[in-house]
């Protein structure tokens, strides 16, 4: 229950107001002086003080309550605050309303209105602490950011924020990182993120791509073979495992990796142990794991081809990539990353931003690439890209939406800002400019 303060030197008064307020489901404390009434803000947590203005006999000047006031400020500067004031007071409490007093009421006050004041200045309350709370949680993801390593990531959606917010928390812990999302989408670069703001930044980062190696090989690529373990090999080879003791070993497309090589994984990452093929000898290393997958493998433990128990030791927190297309904002970002100093044309750009780019960055990566190369001057147009798409439909002027279409289509997409830019052509930053014009809440 909220807990609200009531000072008083009447003690009528405070039994008047607490009994009000105990019916009413409110826990009360209650103050006689000003020194109680700043013991009690300083040492219980209060959500609202009711004060009077005078507290000596035969003063009426308020100046005490326009003390206590300030004091009470000083200590918490958003706890609210109602001024109870006789008529010889309200000069002062106009003066303390107008430096944030949250409200004054006469006396005798009206319960109901006593009632209601304190409803509303509690939801109040609340609503800026969250508001507080959220924006100090913001700042300290910025400036997380800002000294954060992240090895030349460029992204500007909220959506990849998130994910590299997750990436460098997790990262000073030592516990096993799933990364999945579509092909092409930054899998390889979020894991060297979480590696380059890890206690293990300086130790060895070792990657293998489980999808490009044949099955057979895959298991000598991990832990290691003796000479003659099969056809072909005449020398001993160390694995990946070893390679990486010490610090990250990144294992790529991991859903590739067959049941007997997941077989070892799992117990590599239990015990640290594990054996070269061709040997009997027992080797243990000390490596963290950060894996990737383009696929869904609560599917492939359902058909049977990935170990349930693998999979929850891989992942006891998933970073999840969305495609290209689902961040939109990062699309322009980043061309103007891969073609600096470039000029492209605004229907270029609305193309750009209609493409689903099924490949994702890598797809944009090369398609800008390409551009540079055919186009090393002037302004890059759409068929510089070599994108397979509709240059008529992609590059035909939207007509200018209307307020009426814009909430349509916010209402459409349930608020959010990406999807409603998408919808219309716009960048985010366009959109928010006629969301401001229209006076569009957002």
Not at 50 to 75: H, P, V
Not at 115 to 144: M, P, V, W, Y
Not at 179 to 194: H, L, M, Y
Not at 317 to 338: K, Q, T, Y
């Amino acid at each position: 229950m909220e807990k609200i303060l009531i000072v008083d030197d009447n003690p009528a008064i405070l039994d008047a107001l607490s009994l009000l307020l105990e019916i009413h489901n409110f826990t009360v404390v209650t103050a006689s002086t000003p020194f109680e009434a700043i013991q009690a803000v300083q040492y219980q947590r209060i959500s609202l003080v009711i004060q009077d203005m005078n507290f000596t006999a035969d003063t009426t000047s308020g100046e005490e309550g326009k003390a206590l006031f300030y004091d009470l400020r000083d200590i918490n500067p958003l706890l609210p605050i109602i001024l109870i004031t006789a008529w010889t007071e309200l000069a002062t409490a106009v003066e303390l309303v107008k430096a944030g007093a949250a409200d004054y009421l006469p006396k005798p006050w009206d319960d109901t209105k006593l009632l209601t004041c304190i409803n509303n200045l509690l939801e109040l309350g609340k609503a800026k602490q969250q508001n507080e709370t959220f924006a100090r949680h913001q700042q300290e993801r910025e400036d997380s950011i800002k000294t954060a390593n992240l090895v030349g990531l460029i992204y500007k959606s909220t959506a990849m924020e998130h994910i590299v917010n997750l990436a460098i928390q997790v990262a000073k812990s030592d516990i096993s990182v799933l990364i999945t999302g579509p092909n092409g989408s930054g899998k390889e670069r979020i894991a060297q993120i979480v590696q380059a703001n890890s206690l293990l930044a300086d130790h060895p980062f070792i990657t293998v791509n489980a999808g490009a190696l044949p099955n057979e090989l895959i298991e000598a690529e991990l832990f290691g073979a003796e000479a003659g373990a099969y056809t072909g090999i005449t020398k001993q080879r160390i694995g990946r495992f070893e390679a990486a003791d010490g610090g990250t070993l990144f294992l790529d497309e991991i859903g590739n990796l067959p049941l007997s090589g997941q077989m070892k994984l799992l117990r590599i990452l239990q015990t640290g142990e594990f054996e070269r093929l061709g040997s009997t000898q027992t080797r243990k290393v000390n490596v963290r794991v950060i894996s990737a997958t383009n696929e869904d493998l609560t599917h492939a433990i359902k058909a049977g081809h990935f170990r349930e128990d693998l999979y929850y030791r891989l992942n006891v927190i998933e970073l999840n990539l969305p495609s290209l297309a689902d961040r939109p904002d990062d699309i322009l970002a980043l061309v103007a990353h891969f073609l600096p100093h470039r000029s492209v044309s605004l229907s270029t750009e609305k193309a750009l931003l209609a493409h689903p780019w099924p490949g994702n960055v890598r797809e944009l990566e090369n398609a800008c690439k390409r551009a540079a190369v055919l186009k090393p001057t002037g302004n890059i147009e759409l068929a510089d890209f070599g994108l397979n798409v509709d240059t008529t439909k992609a590059t035909s002027p939207k007509s200018e939406p209307t307020k009426h279409d814009i909430e349509l289509a916010m209402r459409e997409h349930q608020g959010v800002i990406a999807k409603v830019a998408r919808h219309f052509g716009l960048s985010r930053q366009a959109l928010y400019r006629r969301l401001d014009k229209f006076k569009i809440d957002y």
